[in-house]
């Protein structure tokens, strides 16, 4: 079974401050995402990556850079963080596109005073 | 752009109660369709997917049917459990690409 591990798991922040939450899969997927969930939205994806080097513009990408770094490592970075960034953030991956199943990691409660 | 609609936020039941969430999408051509289930403190799991019209779906005692007529995916469980109490999302995967769009999701809570 695909392995996705978050870290931090949670992290607190002040405004205009400098984040970087980090994913890691361990069963050689090729695609990684980063989605963001909040009440009544469901979940809006970020950015995603179909391999080290790569990367893909989501839905909600306003705020967000994204680096992958690997295989297995999918970073999002938050330079200038602004309440609004306030999150459950998931990272995902799948071992190909569309149609795939999508594995999703624990999540990182992120707090942007 | 595409998108997922699902009409009910939250949904109370019993032990042994039918279960429907409705679930309605927009897209061209035929988009594959998921149902992902959350427990509290966990990620979004798989539950299963459809991707042709009539395929019918199913996990865990939990079933949905394609309907591109009606452009529905809706869920169905005939005797749900306590066990079951989670957040439900449905979800469509575009016909180019990797993308997912999931819908609001809904809050199933179920009574002992």
């Known amino acids: 079974e695909a392995a996705v591990t978050q870290s931090p798991r949670n992290k607190v922040t002040v405004t205009g401050g400098n984040v970087t939450l980090s994913c890691r899969q361990t069963?050689?997927?090729?695609?990684m995402y980063w989605y963001r969930q909040d009440t009544g939205h469901g979940l809006r994806l970020i950015h995603y990556?179909?391999?080290?080097?790569?990367?893909q513009i989501g839905d909600v990408p306003d705020g967000y850079k994204a680096t992958r770094t690997t295989q297995e490592d999918f970073f999002l970075l938050l330079e200038l963080a602004s309440p609004s960034q306030t999150s459950l953030y998931f990272c995902?991956?799948?071992?190909?596109?569309?149609?795939?199943?999508?594995?999703f990691g624990p999540g990182t409660r992120l707090t942007v005073l | 752009g595409d998108s997922v609609t699902q009409t009910e936020g939250q949904v109370a039941l019993s032990e042994e109660d039918f279960l429907t969430i409705h679930c309605n999408y927009s897209?061209?051509?035929?988009?594959?369709l998921f149902w992902y289930v959350q427990y509290p403190g966990e990620g979004p799991q798989f539950l299963f997917r459809?991707?042709?019209?009539?395929e019918k779906g199913s996990s865990r005692g939990f079933e949905a049917t394609y309907d591109k007529g009606t452009t529905s995916f809706h869920l169905r469980k005939a005797s749900v459990q306590e066990s079951d109490s989670a957040v439900y999302y449905c979800?469509?995967?575009?016909?180019?690409?990797?993308?997912?769009?999931f819908g609001g999701g809904t809050r199933l809570t179920v009574r002992p």
């Open positions: 995902a991956s799948s071992a190909t596109g569309t149609g795939d199943e999508q594995y």
């Open positions: 069963n050689s997927h090729n695609y």
């Open positions: 990556s179909y391999g080290a080097g790569n990367l």
């Open positions: 897209a061209s051509g035929y988009p594959a």
């Open positions: 459809a991707s042709r019209d009539k």
């Open positions: 979800a469509l995967g575009h016909n180019a690409g990797a993308k997912l769009t």
